[in-house]
């Protein structure tokens, strides 16, 4: 009889470990607290917009890497179609320049360099940092667990100009790159950078997979991507149980055995794989008692992802004067705007005229992610409905009003707006402080490696974007089939990746 795996979560990474478990032959069940699959990378629909939730770019989108063939496997390359953009950002305005972060790597240089000749010396660091970035093939096929010291020496030596680069930057992050610029316009454009907190290592990456042509936005979004991922699992025979919230994870003699469902049922099963929110499961289901101490300070200095208001609009009327990009076009505002603890100065707005999917002929989706903090809106929350949707309505007025000053003719198109806050985020997906990608990658969390199981607890696996800092989709989908590998691992089986 086959084996039983349980997983907490569907989500990309619980889809991600539900197919590889079935692919290898396991009897899985997903159990999800809400009422579909997705999690944080989830379309809705308002007044026949449907609005993309997560995805600007799949790293792995073109073919010749092994993040590519991972997608494949989970069966989302077929029959999807891949936008691919010749920008990274669009800043507008900087000190009256407008900013493109191309992706062809010698036309962003030439652009670079005609706004900033002073900066000849660091412009071409940079752009010698994306290429060396972008020739990296460390190998992603297998959990890095997996790997033996011959796999590292070849991995290594094989890319080394890489490894040399990921010492350098993994010690700066965008912010403190910025400094080196002498203009004031590259120097602001890499400050207002989303998230600059981040190591320059990820940066690089996020420009070289884009350099690569492998930073692709597939068409429909979201929904229609994760439609495809839980039709994969399901025509594998994998089941999912929605409304059922993991409330306890039930050990016996120091190994999972199962779990309890919405404070009232039992299941049992052989394995647990969590690919849910780390805090929760770690602190709230399992208890400091089967944890090591470096995953204990872990959660308690790393930093996350901060949580977002999540705007969204939707206006009918085309918008051809923006230039598509993979995260879309920073503008200025007027006045700052306080969003919580956070004040920006500017904001990036993703004008979607490039997926004609998401809304009706001569209408345009906009969304716009703004960092915010999650205790500041659990007060406001606290404090009752009307103060709670008085400071959205606030919100949403000032973005639509930037809208309206720097693209125009928007004020009297406008449909309808969305704003979700952290709390959204927080009730929707348990994601912890609302964060919406898991562990912010700063310099300090490179060096910090989570771990995917515990000495003090057998048959249990964690996923998802809580095991590796700076999440996102691949890390999502590659820790949900590192899950399998170490169930195979430990059941002496041979892991296959696909069922052919
Ligand atoms: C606005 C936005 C833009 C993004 N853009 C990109 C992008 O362009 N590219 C990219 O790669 N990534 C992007 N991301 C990040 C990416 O979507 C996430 O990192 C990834 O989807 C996380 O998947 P996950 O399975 O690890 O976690 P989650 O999506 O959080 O899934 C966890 C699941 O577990 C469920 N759950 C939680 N607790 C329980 C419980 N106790 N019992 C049962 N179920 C439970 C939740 O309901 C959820 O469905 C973006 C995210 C957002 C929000």
């Known amino acids: 009889m086959s084996k039983k795996i349980s997983i ?43 609005v993309n939730g997560s995805i600007h770019w799949l790293v792995g989108s073109a073919p010749g890497t092994d993040l590519y063939d991972l997608w494949h496997q989970l069966g989302v390359i077929e029959d999807n179609t891949f936008h691919n953009h010749n920008s990274f950002i669009e800043y507008k305005n900087i000190k009256g320049q407008d900013v493109h972060f191309y992706t062809d790597t010698q036309k962003l240089k030439k652009h670079f360099l005609d706004i900033a000749p002073e900066d000849e010396k660091i412009i071409h660091e940079f752009i010698q940092a994306i290429e060396t970035v972008a020739k990296n093939s460390f190998p992603m096929d297998k959990a890095f667990e997996l790997l033996n010291p011959w796999d590292w020496t070849k991995a290594l030596l094989s890319n080394l100009p890489f490894v040399l680069a990921v010492e350098k930057y993994n010690q700066l992050s965008i912010k403190d790159f910025a400094q080196y ?28 997979y884009a350099r690569k042509g492998t930073a692709g936005y597939p068409l429909g979004g979201s929904g229609k991507f994760v439609e495809k991922l839980e039709k994969r699992y399901r025509d594998l025979g994998g089941k999912i149980s929605f409304g059922k919230k993991v409330t306890d994870i039930i050990i016996e003699n120091q190994s999972t055995v199962g779990l309890e469902l919405n404070n009232t ?41 901060p949580s977002l208001i999540y705007f969204s609009a939707g206006v009918s009327r085309e918008i051809n004067e923006v230039n598509p990009s993979i995260v879309g076009i920073n503008l200025p505002l007027d006045e700052p705007l306080e969003v919580g603890n956070y004040k920006h100065e500017r904001i990036t707005f993703q004008v979607y005229n490039f997926d004609p999917t998401l809304a009706e002929k001569g209408k345009t989706l906009i969304s716009a992610m703004i960092d915010t903090d999650y205790p500041f809106w659990k007060s406001l929350h606290d404090q009752g409905e009307t103060v709670y949707r008085a400071e959205r309505q606030r919100i949403s007025n000032a973005l639509v009003e930037t809208l309206e000053k720097q693209l125009g003719n928007i ?10 806050t952290p709390i959204t985020y927080k009730n929707w997906t348990g994601n912890h402080n609302g964060s919406y990608e898991g562990w912010l990658p700063t310099p300090e969390a490179t060096k910090i490696k989570l771990p995917k199981q515990f000495k003090k607890l057998d048959n249990f696996y964690m996923a998802g974007h809580w095991v590796t800092p700076g999440g996102g989709m691949p890390p999502a989908a590659y820790s949900g089939r590192d899950a399998i590998q170490l169930i195979c691992r430990d059941e002496k089986v041979h892991f296959k990746s696909s069922e052919l």
């Open 8 to 50: 907490i979560g569907a989500g990309i990474s619980g889809l991600s470990a539900g197919i590889f478990a079935r692919i290898n032959g396991f009897d899985t069940t997903i159990y999800e607290m809400g009422q579909k699959a997705g999690g944080v990378c989830s379309s809705w629909d308002r007044q026949g917009y449907s």
């Open 181 to 208: 610029f002498k203009s004031f316009v590259l120097k602001s454009a890499f400050e207002n950078f989303w998230a600059s907190e981040m190591s320059m290592t990820f940066f690089l990456m996020q420009l070289a």
């Open 265 to 305: 049922e039992q299941v049992k099963s052989d394995y647990v794989i969590s690919a849910a929110d780390g805090h929760t499961v770690l602190f709230e289901l399992l208890g400091e008692e089967y944890l090591d101490d470096n995953t204990i300070e872990a959660y308690q200095s790393l930093k996350t992802f």
């Open 411 to 420: 004020k009297n198109h406008i449909e309808f707006t969305d704003t979700a």
